[in-house]
């Protein structure tokens, strides 16, 4: 039967099962010589050992009952002190868990058998392939991985202003004293201490492990002179200091970030001083990575200037017309544009709404002279090439049948009628300063001369077939004289259109554009018989002078259009492929 106890009973009954509890840390004892750590790891100067690490969790387990816990502790002290003291580059945090249930399996298995050798060594989570902050780190790692964990830093003596890295010296000039000042070598073993070898003075310490920045001027004229990528000029300045060649090896970033100061740099200058000149403005658009894209170029008769790029939601007038107000009111240009010259889309040239009509009354709102509008001649006579050859050859051509039905065979069987044909051997001259597709142009129109000559081909040089577009015509011209020379069959059908092409048409293409009085009464002249095309040159070609003395073309920004391309492929933000645009007018 329960009977009450009394106070004394209860308390001496108390005491007695006290005695019989063992405590944690008492029975922690018996299970090996691993003294505890009671400091926090984020307050050591040095890379903790595993049997640190240990007594770190045996330590914290008087007060965190729970494995998991007192690990997520450890791992956060680990991660702080790799993060703040060190700032060495760290594994991520799943590996460090990783690591530390590892090490847990390791010490358990230490319990079993009694023997705690598989703990010493260092617990490392340095990432040692990450990317170091700077050369002191780096050199304080390897001291101390080489010493078993003996060698730290010391905090004795404060730093100087120069041999902390520029990233801490925010962080110190708000903290009262820190950590981190001097990377001077410390020795924890009494044998380190000894005076037994000469060491360097502190100050040699410091001026070894001092970080040298790499000057970027060389490997920027790179990018800007040269046109090379950034990638392409860091490689370029290890390969020159590799070879013995005394040059500066910035990285990329570095190269990239002063290219775009260089680009800043470029803009305000050209901010102060474009406005003192007289310009011709030149547009030209694409649409690129489903963004519509506008360049403005400005000519004179010493110099070509990209001057800026439009990112825009669509590609009406108006939103082009508002882009181009907002650069022409950047650069205080409403003075300095005496021409304009675009090539002779409806959009372009439309009499009403059109971006030439709407700019020119800007202009006129201004109190300015409306800018005399030039319509580029390529494109009217690229635009008359095909009115003439729809006539002469037939067919529809409409997208994506946009070529002639006796152009088939070639296109087809191109390499086998180049081995059918009897080449001759007198070799034609080519005419300097055209590429590509316009200089096998050129080419083809020399050899038909020849053969209306001589009745027989010189020494004609295949090249690959043209990119048929429906906005470039005289890919055609390629392909009818082409057809000319390799299908005999077709030569009579052909002859007109090919000697339209190779005389008169061919030496107004590829002449220098300025303005002739003479250009527009040979052309008229060349297309009696054609009346639509006589229409378009009666309303597209400008007959007045030219008020600045370049060449009526919009070549200018056709090229600008592939750096537009370039720059867009290096860059991400709309800003930066503007800056990257304006290096192209470098290169």
Same mark, same amino acid.
């Given at each position: 039967m329960f009977s009450k106890q009394s106070a004394s009973?209860?308390? $001496? %009954?108390?005491?007695?099962?006290? $005695? %019989?509890?063992?405590?944690?840390?008492?029975?922690? @004892?018996?299970?090996?010589?691993?003294?505890?750590?009671? %400091?926090?790891?984020k307050n050591n100067s040095k890379i903790p050992n595993t049997f640190q690490v240990v007594g770190r969790y045996l330590f914290l387990g008087a007060t965190i009952k729970g494995r998991k816990e007192r690990l997520k502790v450890i791992e956060t002290e680990i991660i702080s002190l790799w993060r703040t003291n060190f700032n060495f580059p760290h594994v991520t945090i799943p590996a460090v868990k990783a690591k530390l249930h590892k +090490? +847990?399996?390791?010490?358990?298995? &230490?319990?079993?058998?009694?023997?705690?050798?598989? /703990?010493?060594?260092?617990?490392?989570?340095?990432?040692?392939?990450? =990317?170091?902050?700077?050369? =002191?780190?780096?050199?304080?790692?390897?001291?101390?991985?080489?010493?078993?964990?003996?060698?730290?830093?010391?905090?004795? @003596? #404060?730093?100087?202003?120069?041999?902390?890295?520029?990233?801490?010296?925010?962080?110190?000039?708000?903290?009262?004293?820190?950590?981190?000042s001097v990377l001077t070598v410390t020795c924890s073993d009494s044998e380190s201490k000894s005076d037994n070898t000469g060491s360097e003075s502190e100050e040699q310490v410091i001026a070894s492990t001092r970080k040298t920045y790499n000057k970027t001027g060389t490997a920027t004229d790179l990018v800007t002179l040269i046109n090379m990528s950034t990638r392409q000029a860091e490689g370029t300045c290890k390969l020159l200091a590799a070879k013995g060649i005394n040059i500066e090896t910035p990285c990329q970033s570095a190269?990239?970030?002063?290219?775009?100061?260089? #680009?800043?740099k470029v803009k305000d200058e050209m901010k102060k001083t474009l406005h003192l000149e007289k310009w011709s403005l030149h547009i030209d658009g694409k649409r690129i990575k489903n963004h519509e894209w506008q360049v403005l170029v400005l000519k004179n008769e010493l110099n070509e200037v990209r001057i800026a790029t439009l990112q825009l939601v669509n590609g009406k007038a108006a939103t082009v017309v508002n882009g181009i107000k907002n650069i022409l009111d950047e650069y205080n240009l409403w003075n300095s544009i005496k021409m304009i010259i675009t090539d002779n889309t409806n959009v372009n040239t439309g009499r009403r709404n059109g971006i030439v009509t709407q700019l020119q009354s800007l202009f006129v709102q201004n109190k300015l002279e409306a800018p005399q509008f030039i319509g580029c001649q390529h494109h009217i006579l690229d635009r008359v090439l095909r009115i003439v050859m729809d006539t002469e050859l037939g067919g529809n051509n409409i997208s994506p049948n946009i070529h002639y039905p006796c152009m088939d065979k070639i296109l087809s069987d191109y390499d086998n009628l180049k081995m059918q044909f009897p080449n001759g051997e007198e070799e034609i001259r080519d005419k300097e300063g055209w590429r590509d597709d316009m200089?096998?142009?050129?080419?083809?129109?020399?050899?038909f001369r020849f053969y209306e000559e001589y009745a027989r081909f010189p020494k004609v040089i295949y090249k690959s077939l043209p990119n048929l577009s429906n906005a470039r015509w005289n890919s055609r011209a390629i392909l009818a004289l082409l057809v000319f020379n390799l299908l005999p069959e077709e030569r009579h059908n052909l002859l007109p259109i090919c000697r339209f092409i190779s005389y008169?048409? #061919?030496?107004?293409?590829?002449?220098?554009?300025?303005?002739?009085?003479?250009?527009?009464?040979? /052309?008229?002249?060349?297309?009696?018989?054609?009346?639509? #095309?006589?229409?378009?040159? @009666?309303?597209?070609?400008?007959? =007045?002078?030219? $008020?600045?003395?370049?060449?009526?073309? %919009?070549?200018?920004?056709?090229?600008?259009?592939? &750096?537009?391309?370039?720059?867009?492929?290096? &860059?991400?933000?709309? =800003? @930066?492929?503007? /800056?990257t645009f304006l290096l192209s007018n470098f290169s």
């Open positions: 009973t209860s308390t $001496k %009954n108390k005491n007695i099962w006290t $005695k %019989n509890l063992i405590r944690f840390q008492d029975s922690i @004892k018996k299970r090996g010589s691993i003294s505890l750590e009671e %400091n926090s790891l +090490m +847990m399996k390791t010490y358990d298995k &230490c319990v079993k058998l009694g023997k705690y050798d598989a /703990l010493n060594g260092l617990f490392d989570i340095t990432k040692r392939e990450g =990317e170091w902050l700077c050369l =002191e780190d780096r050199n304080l790692y390897h001291l101390q991985i080489e010493s078993n964990g003996r060698v730290g830093y010391s905090t004795g @003596k #404060a730093a100087s202003a120069t041999s902390i890295h520029p990233s801490k010296r925010r962080k110190m000039s708000l903290e009262p004293f820190s950590t981190k190269i990239y970030k002063s290219s775009i100061r260089v #680009a800043l200089k096998f142009l050129y080419h083809l129109t020399r050899v008169n048409w #061919a030496d107004l293409w590829f002449s220098d554009q300025l303005y002739n009085a003479n250009d527009y009464q040979t /052309l008229c002249s060349s297309l009696q018989g054609y009346e639509k #095309a006589m229409k378009t040159v @009666k309303n597209f070609w400008n007959t =007045e002078p030219s $008020k600045i003395q370049i060449p009526r073309t %919009n070549q200018c920004a056709e090229r600008a259009i592939k &750096c537009l391309q370039e720059a867009n492929g290096k &860059c991400k933000k709309t =800003e @930066k492929v503007d /800056l």
